[in-house]
């Protein structure tokens, strides 16, 4: 089973430029969430979505934007890149409250992002 | 807005011997989850165990296990028999049944051989 794939697990980006992480599940899961990871701190929430075409703000969302066309993606848009946005991306999917609920969170491999 | 606390930001274990991982939570909720996860330097997030509040009897699983105090907010992870593949850094999260999972800052934990 893939689980929730994500792409890519690298990328170095100038100031400035903008990029799109990618996000797959295959479990049919309504609900998807974008974190970051900065050093020695936990994960924060940035944008999360519970179902296709319905997405929303969490804790940290300036600077990104995403978007869900289907239940099975779910991409990271990032603008501007800032040396702020160096951290490590985290795309996670839940079942929704409706059915098969049970807290838990699966989650990609994480992509390392470095801004220079 | 709940918050989540572990207070130790590294432990040590002597391979073989127990350690326990300390979490507090704080929420004016009833009815929520507690989940520890584990993150080895691979970085993938990996469920460790799972605790419903409503449930009184601690969850466990092979090695781990939980002391869950809800009247005192407390959620402490148990690692019993340590191995060298348990090095990792361990976070707790509480989530109410809404979509956001809350992270504590993580405990890293070392498996001395």
């Known amino acids: 089973n893939a689980g929730v794939t994500q792409t890519p697990k690298f990328r170095i980006l100038k100031i400035g430029q903008s990029m799109t992480l990618q996000c797959a599940q295959d479990?049919?899961?309504?609900?998807m969430y974008w974190y970051r990871q900065d050093p020695g701190m936990g994960l924060k929430l940035i944008y999360y979505?519970?179902?296709?075409?319905?997405?929303d703000k969490g804790e940290v969302p300036n600077g990104y934007n995403v978007s869900r066309s289907t239940t099975e993606d779910f991409p990271l848009r990032l603008e501007l890149a800032a040396p702020s946005q160096t951290s490590v991306y985290f795309c996670?999917?839940?079942?929704?409250?409706?059915?098969?609920?049970?807290?838990?969170?699966?989650f990609g491999e994480g992509s390392r992002l470095t801004v220079l | 807005a709940q918050t989540v606390t572990q207070s130790q930001p590294e432990m040590s274990v002597q391979e073989a011997e127990t350690v326990t991982l300390s979490c507090t939570y704080d929420?004016?909720?009833?009815?929520?989850?507690l989940f520890w996860y584990k993150q080895p330097p691979s970085r993938q997030m990996i469920l460790v165990i799972r605790?419903?509040?409503?449930?009184?009897q601690n969850a466990t699983e092979n090695r781990f296990s939980v002391n869950f105090q809800k009247a005192a907010k407390s959620f402490s992870l148990k690692i019993s028999d340590s191995q060298l593949g348990d090095a990792a850094m361990y976070f707790c999260?509480?989530?109410?049944?809404?979509?956001?999972?809350?992270f504590g800052k993580g405990t890293k934990l070392s498996v001395i051989p």
């Open positions: 996670a999917s839940s079942y929704g409250l409706d059915r098969g609920f049970t807290g838990e969170l699966f």
């Open positions: 479990m049919n899961h309504n609900y």
């Open positions: 979505s519970v179902g296709a075409g319905i997405t």
């Open positions: 929420t004016s909720e009833s009815d929520y989850y």
């Open positions: 605790q419903e509040a409503y449930k009184q």
């Open positions: 999260a509480y989530r109410m049944r809404s979509y956001q999972l809350t």
